[in-house]
């Protein structure tokens, strides 16, 4: 069985930094693609940041790009998502996912097959 667990969330004011961990198993992951999406209360999901398998491409959206930075750890079945410079608007749930594709660039969550339950991240102002 699949299993996606997420870490690292909480409360922190505008400006402040957070650390989110996700750790997989029931699999080997070093094929998959990894990713983040948040959800954000009255909202539809949206596609945060990508890593592919090999962890030498990344993608982020327009709102995050250049204040986030997404990482694999060493046994692949690890990402991170390092959030600094954080706003109010940044505040939402926040989940990790694992597309079964391990290249290209997509950000549609219906084409992410697994996916963790999720950590509240609450940005102050």
């Known amino acids: 069985q699949v299993q996606l667990v997420e870490s690292g969330g909480g409360l922190v004011q505008a400006g402040g930094s957070l650390r989110l961990s996700c750790v997989g198993s029931?699999?080997?992951?070093?094929?998959?693609?990894m990713g983040w999406f948040r959800q954000a209360p009255g909202k539809e999901r949206e596609f945060v940041a990508r890593?592919?398998?090999?962890?030498?491409?990344?993608y982020y959206s327009d709102s995050v790009r250049g204040r986030f930075t997404i990482s694999r750890g060493n046994a692949k079945n690890t990402v991170y998502l390092q959030m600094n410079s954080l706003k109010p608007e940044d505040t939402a749930v926040y989940y990790c996912?694992?597309?079964?594709?391990?290249?290209?660039?997509?950000?549609?969550?219906?084409?992410?097959?697994?996916w963790g339950q999720g950590t509240q991240v609450t940005v102050s102002s």
């Open positions: 996912a694992v597309d079964l594709t391990g290249w290209g660039a997509s950000v549609a969550s219906r084409d992410y097959e697994y």
């Open positions: 029931g699999r080997t992951f070093s094929s998959d693609a």
């Open positions: 890593i592919t398998r090999t962890g030498i491409s990344t």
